[in-house]
C-alpha cells in the first residue's frame, strides 16, 4: 500500500486547512477541489489494483 490511513488523513488534513485559509481565491479552491477528487480517483484504483 502506497500511503498508510494515518498518514493520508493528515495529509488531507492539511491541504484542507490550506484551502481553507485561501478560500477568498475561487480559482485555488477550483483547482483544490479538482486536485482532491483526481487524487482520490487515483488513490481508489490503486487499491483496487493491488487488493
Same mark, same amino acid.
Given at each position: ?6 498518514? /493520508?488523513?493528515?495529509? !488531507?488534513?492539511?491541504? %484542507? ?14 483547482? /483544490?477541489?479538482?486536485? !482532491?477528487?483526481?487524487? %482520490? ?11
Amino acid at each position: 500500500m502506497l500511503f498508510s490511513f494515518g498518514n /493520508g488523513y493528515e495529509v !488531507l488534513k492539511e491541504f %484542507l486547512k490550506e484551502l481553507w485559509q485561501n478560500h477568498h481565491d475561487p480559482t485555488h479552491a477550483a483547482y /483544490g477541489v479538482g486536485g !482532491l477528487i483526481v487524487l %482520490l480517483i487515483i488513490y481508489n484504483r490503486l487499491l483496487n489494483k493491488f487488493q
